[in-house]
């Protein structure tokens, strides 16, 4: 996740430059059930692995990526209200990454 820089003080916020907005908790809670972004994941995992019936699992990083990025890209799409230049931005991908994905994802 990118690093952003602290709120400007003093001279820059008497000139009324406008400050970033504060970046999300470092996972990125979530409300409903207390979880960062993390804990989600890993339990969403352990309930993955419980419900396999003894089965192997396979190629688990590809599917957890494409799990994770396709809703993620979606999420951002939505965000920008299909400006890619800006989702890729929120994303901090280049753009010509951003539009490759989303046709890899049949989203654009």
């Not at 000139?15 to 979880?35: I, L, S, V």
Request: with cysteine.
């Amino acid at each position: 996740m990118a690093s952003h820089p602290p709120p400007r003080s003093g001279r820059a916020a008497a000139n009324g430059e406008q400050r970033q907005p504060a970046p999300p908790p470092a996972a990125g809670a979530d409300a409903a059930r207390g979880e960062t972004i993390e804990q989600c994941i890993l339990r969403s995992l352990t309930e993955y692995f419980d419900n396999l019936d003894g089965a192997k699992p396979h190629a688990l990083h590809e599917m957890v990526l494409h799990a994770v990025e396709r809703p993620l890209l979606k999420f951002a799409i939505e965000r920008t209200n299909g400006n890619q230049s800006a989702a890729a931005e929120l994303l901090g991908i280049n753009r010509n990454t951003l539009r490759k994905k989303l046709t890899e994802y049949r989203l654009g």
